[in-house]
């Protein structure tokens, strides 16, 4: 193990981790790099349960490109493959163009993609405590991932499921109803209880 | 450090310290910040998830106009009873809206007024052309019809535009789309002048698709930023190109007879493809950053084929299919290649494909024995052959044999043997030596 970080989560319960994995979080890296005599770092407002579910989440990404950067800016160090054979290599191929043509990177992040599609396949309780757990870390893939989780489950549900999904009140007046009603008349039943 | 006591109820615990910009309430999706919950809206496009979003809430309701993206499926308005309308109004409620895709049918008179309202902030506009219903013609009797990508010029900021089953005929009169990087028109019907009038309009392309399009005889494209260009132009006729791009890396074209690219280039990968008619002429320049290159066709003339395998020396990835050689409408055999000249030009070749008659034509005219000895074929590595008939059954085992014994690094070799066309006797023979180099090779070669 390189150098490991200590993460005390807001019921008490203590994970030591890499630094590579928990510095996917841009919080805890500056807090780490504040002088801090114990490197234990406390985050009262994740509890364990949702702390090791983000930390699952980081320790796949640590080493791995995000895959929200565009394909073509994967630097070479993070190829799976890179080994500079002979056949292969060519010296035109700057770092920034890497895995427009490196199928190993490429193959690389669509993995990656579907474990994060699996990994939001969750329940949307899970769902909200993980976009508030990036949101306080900070942690910019996770956020993405669980944002992408949310939306899945608005996806292809009307206005009542989605409601009961999020647990929200129809809060609309009475006139305002009308209006909505007359505008999305081609939904299936906007208002049906 | 004390290490605390876990709290029995982790749950109650999280939500207390929990910041609630709506405290009252206890529901979940409400304890979220404002901008997660724009995030999350902002990832929807599909119209009837927007639609469904507005109806949620009001404060659902007052977000959804935020979004960016808007994308009508192919029968999400089925049964409206007035698709342009709704979707009018959806454009209308959109401020913001950057991206437009629409695939069920509209018309004409309301694309030009979703694009007027929204050319301030539209950066992507994806459109199925197929289904529009145009603007009647005033005089009634043969006028052509109102340009329906007349319109499209009004959104300046335009960076992507992707139109399917277009009728590109008369020129659209755009003025100058100058941010526009990405442009594809699949399924459509061109004209020679049109067609140059719309590129002209886009003088900043990147990447330009015209994919399953006809109607064009002669296509010059001038495009200084242009990096990857796909052609694909049907029919038998003999359709020519010019192409000058400066920054150009990926070319592939199906359907043209003479191609002609200013030598100052930077292609790295190049398809030349002609799957009906002739391929006569291709003038490319050097190709000093070629790393993949792939001919196919029924027919192409033999001086574009050595023509270009000599510009092609520093190719890794080679394949080549083409049935014939020839000039004229007489399909002939090809001419013989010697495979250690080949072999010596080519000698970055790391994988390596060729089919039937242009295999047939490899021979060894430099007999190997007097040979320089160091004669090596140096980084192949993967070979796949497909093999037609087994005339020359001879020259091609040693042919075979030769790729196998000089190559250094060769790891696979796959030899497709795709229906015989002399079904005789030779065949069996012939098959019966493929297999024999099989087991003497076995680590290598594979049999398809």
């Known amino acids: 193990m390189g150098k490991t970080i200590k993460l005390i989560s807001g019921d008490g319960e203590m994970f030591e981790v890499e630094e590579a994995v928990a510095f996917q979080s841009n919080i805890i890296k500056s807090l780490a790099d504040e002088d801090n005599a114990d490197d234990c770092i406390p985050l009262p407002r994740v509890d364990s349960q949702i702390l090791s579910k983000v930390l699952e989440f980081c320790r796949k990404h640590a080493n791995s490109p995000s895959v929200h950067t565009k394909f073509a800016a994967i630097p070479s160090e993070l190829c799976p493959k890179h080994d500079g054979s002979a056949a292969g290599a060519s010296s035109s191929e700057s770092s920034s163009a890497h895995s427009e043509t490196c199928r190993a990177c490429y193959d690389a992040v669509m993995k990656l993609v579907q474990w994060d599609l699996e990994f939001v396949k969750v329940d949307l309780d899970l769902i909200h405590h993980l976009l508030k757990a990036a949101n306080y870390l900070d942690i910019e893939d996770l956020m993405f991932m669980a944002v992408e989780g949310a939306a899945n489950a608005i996806r292809g549900n009307n206005p009542e499921e989605i409601r009961k999904l999020f647990d929200l009140e129809n809060d609309f007046t009475p006139e305002e109803e009308k209006e909505i009603l007359k505008e999305y008349s081609w939904l299936d039943d906007p208002f049906e209880p | 450090m004390l290490f605390l006591t876990p709290h029995s109820s982790s749950q109650t615990f999280h939500r207390t310290v929990c910041l609630l910009s709506c405290p009252s309430s206890a529901s979940a999706m409400d304890s979220l ?305 010697d495979l250690v000249d080949f072999f010596n030009n080519h000698p970055r070749l790391c994988k390596f494909e060729i089919h039937g008659a242009l295999f047939a034509a490899f021979c060894q005219k430099n007999s190997l024995k007097n040979l320089d000895s160091k004669f090596v074929i140096p980084y192949l590595e993967e070979v796949i052959i497909t093999v037609r008939s087994p005339l020359n059954a001879e020259q091609k085992l040693n042919t075979l044999e030769s790729v196998l014994m000089y190559s250094v690094k060769l790891h696979r070799m796959t030899i497709r043997l795709s229906q015989m066309k002399n079904c005789n006797e030779a065949a069996d023979d012939f098959f019966k030596d493929i297999c024999k180099l099989k087991y003497m090779n076995y680590n290598v070669v594979q049999i398809e």
């Open chain 2, 33 to 337: 910040p404002d901008a997660i919950v724009h995030h999350i809206l902002c990832s929807l496009s599909n119209a009837r998830d927007v639609a469904a979003c507005s109806c949620v809430s009001r404060y659902w309701n007052e977000a959804v106009p935020y979004i960016p993206s808007l994308y009508f499926p192919r029968n999400s308005l089925d049964g409206a009873a007035a698709a342009d309308a709704t979707i009018g109004r959806m454009v209308a409620s959109a401020v913001c809206l950057q991206d437009l895709i629409v695939y069920c049918p509209f018309s004409s008179a309301s694309l030009a007024s979703w694009l007027d309202l929204r050319c301030g902030t539209l950066r992507s506009l994806e459109l199925r052309m197929d289904g529009i219903a145009s603007k009647p013609a005033s005089g009634g009797d043969d006028e052509a019809p109102a340009n329906e990508l007349e319109c499209i010029g009004v959104a300046r900021g335009l960076e992507s535009l992707k139109l399917w089953g277009v009728s590109l005929t008369t020129s659209p009169n755009w003025n100058c789309f100058d941010k526009l990087r990405f442009l594809e028109i699949i399924g459509a019907t061109l004209r020679d002048g049109a067609l140059s009038d719309a590129l002209h309009a886009c003088p900043n392309l990147t990447d330009l698709a015209l994919l399953s399009c006809n109607g064009v005889a002669t296509l010059s494209i001038e495009l200084e930023r242009l990096e990857n260009c796909r052609l694909d132009f049907l029919g038998p006729g003999n359709c020519s190109l010019h192409l000058s791009s400066p920054k150009l890396q990926i070319l592939e074209i199906q359907g043209f007879s003479w191609i002609r690219v200013n030598q100052d280039h930077h292609i790295r990968r190049l398809c030349i493809a002609k799957s009906s008619g002739r391929v006569y002429k291709v003038e490319l320049g050097k190709l000093p950053d070629l790393e993949f290159m792939s001919l196919r066709g029924i027919q192409w003339r033999w001086s574009a084929i050595s023509s270009i395998l000599y510009c092609a020396s520093e190719v890794r990835h080679l394949i080549m299919k083409i049935e014939f050689c020839g000039d004229f409408d007489t399909l002939q055999p090809f001419p013989e290649i």
